[in-house]
């Protein structure tokens, strides 16, 4: 089936894009525990960016497995899946020109790697938002901590399935010792340079 698929190649290119929209495309990637604040740090970037008129698009996790991935369990086969599609859709999104937030639990660093390589590694930055699992299952905003220890939900991450932290990520975000407001201050001072035209 592969052989019959041809690559089009468009006129307008990403430099173009880019140009047009006057900043770099950038993927920025949030990965944490569910309850880290992955999500409302990811949020706070994206509305500080937007008011100073950097063109973005979030991509969430629950979000997308509500359409794109409503197909995909929990499964870790399923896990990857759903990345690798999320990696596909956010290169889509670089190739506009776009500074992307994707904000994913994305538990196995062979996941997060393979989302690098599609973007690029100059086009990709990891955001580990660092929050024990005791400190999430405190806050269990959504009540996922209490199910899953109940046996409700199965491949939890955290709790019955794996999360592999990343050893050498662009920036560290520890909520317990860093406000929401701290956090964007430090993720923007860090990207700044990687999206100035």
């Not at 629950?62 to 359409?67: A, H, K, M, P, S």
């Not at 994913?104 to 990891?126: L, T």
């Not at 005791?134 to 939900?153: F, H, P, Q």
Request: hydrophobic share 40%; net charge neutral; aromatic share 8%.
């Amino acid at each position: 089936m592969q052989e019959n698929v041809i690559k089009h190649t468009f006129n307008v290119t990403i430099e173009q894009r880019s140009q047009m929209k006057n900043q770099k495309p950038l993927l920025l990637w949030f990965t944490g525990l569910s309850g880290s604040g992955k999500s409302t740090i990811a949020n706070a970037v994206e509305k500080a960016l937007f008011e100073k008129g950097v063109h973005t698009y979030s991509l969430d996790g629950d979000n997308v497995r509500l359409g794109l991935n409503s197909n995909l369990s929990f499964s870790a086969e399923d896990r990857t899946e759903n990345i690798r599609r999320i990696g596909e859709v956010a290169n889509l999104m670089i190739d506009a020109g776009l500074v992307v937030i994707a904000s994913f639990v994305s538990p196995y660093e062979k996941d997060r790697a393979a989302v690098k390589n599609i973007v690029g590694a100059s086009k990709f930055v990891e955001v580990f938002v660092n929050t024990s699992v005791e400190e999430c299952e405190k806050r269990d905003v959504k009540g996922l901590y209490k199910k899953a220890r109940a046996g409700e939900i199965k491949n939890f991450t955290g709790i019955n399935a794996p999360y592999e932290a990343p050893t050498n990520a662009d920036i560290e975000i520890d909520t317990i010792n860093t406000t929401v407001v701290e956090a964007v201050s430090i993720i923007i001072k860090n990207i700044e340079n990687k999206i100035a035209y």
